[in-house]
T-cell receptor, first 111, second 112 residues
Framework: DQQVKQNSPSLSVQEGRISILNCDYT??????FLWYKKYPAEGPTFLIS?????DKNEDGRFTVFLNKSAKHLSLHIVPSQPGDSAVYFC??????????FGAGTILRVKS | EPEVTQTPSHQVTQMGQEVILRCVPI?????FYWYRQILGQKVEFLVS????????KSEIFDDQFSVERPDGSNFTLKIRSTKLEDSAMYFC??????????FGPGTRLTVT
């Protein structure tokens, strides 16, 4: 199931700089997109979401951008902090039921 | 802050045995879900539950699986006869509406 793709398995960023995590999707029926953060041996923690009627949503250091024509979304973290080091999952839903997850991107923020 | 809880954190069982994984969703949530993540793979949807019935299930959720909300607080996943390939992290999630889902810490199921 490749409906949601995160093509970068890992990303390394210096503390204080911007982290940009990318996600592509193929299903045009997706209308709600979410980012989750996950530490080892824990469940995914909800970060931020965006509806398909918007192209940007911001919450503190986290901003999600949605480009529907390109079927692409990204998560920006500014400034990045060492505590942001985790696996980040992109997820999408159509009609608000099941979530379809990407494979995740490991973010390492170096101090 | 309200959170989803799951028990046990780790369950070891022999192939062919029945297991019940338990979840306590966030108290005012109405939608409940089970997902699993096999080691090294994506988080996969298993089933969603609303108004005391299954609203959607995946191909993985075959006759060996069942869900129940036995009382006002618990939500359980039962696997009737476990197989080696059922070994995975099982996550329960809940949501107040058709919006963000909040996940529990997971139960690691090991089938030997």
């Amino acid at each position: 199931d490749q409906q949601v793709k995160q093509n970068s398995p890992s990303l390394s960023v210096q503390e204080g700089r911007i982290s940009i995590l990318n996600c592509d999707y193929t299903n045009s029926m997706f209308d709600y997109f979410l980012w989750y953060k996950k530490y080892p041996a824990e469940g995914p923690t909800f970060l931020i979401s965006i509806s398909s009627i918007k192209d940007k949503n911001e919450d503190g250091r986290f901003t999600v951008f949605l480009n529907k024509s390109a079927k692409h979304l990204s998560l920006h973290i500014v400034p990045s902090q060492p505590g942001d080091s985790a696996v980040y999952f992109c997820a999408a839903s159509a009609g608000g039921n099941k979530l379809v997850f990407g494979a995740g991107t490991i973010l390492r923020v170096k101090s | 802050e309200p959170e989803v809880t799951q028990t046990p954190s780790h369950q070891v069982t022999q192939m062919g045995q029945e297991v019940i994984l338990r979840c306590v969703p966030i108290s005012n949530h109405l939608y409940f879900y089970w997902y699993r993540q096999i080691l090294g793979q994506k988080v996969e949807f298993l089933v969603s539950f609303y108004n005391n019935e299954i609203s959607e299930k995946s191909e993985i959720f075959d006759d060996q699986f069942s869900v129940e909300r036995p009382d006002g607080s618990n939500f359980t996943l039962k696997i009737r006869s476990t197989k080696l390939e059922d070994s995975a992290m099982y996550f329960c999630a809940s949501s107040g509406g058709v919006d963000e889902q909040y996940f529990g810490p997971g139960t690691r199921l090991t089938v030997t």
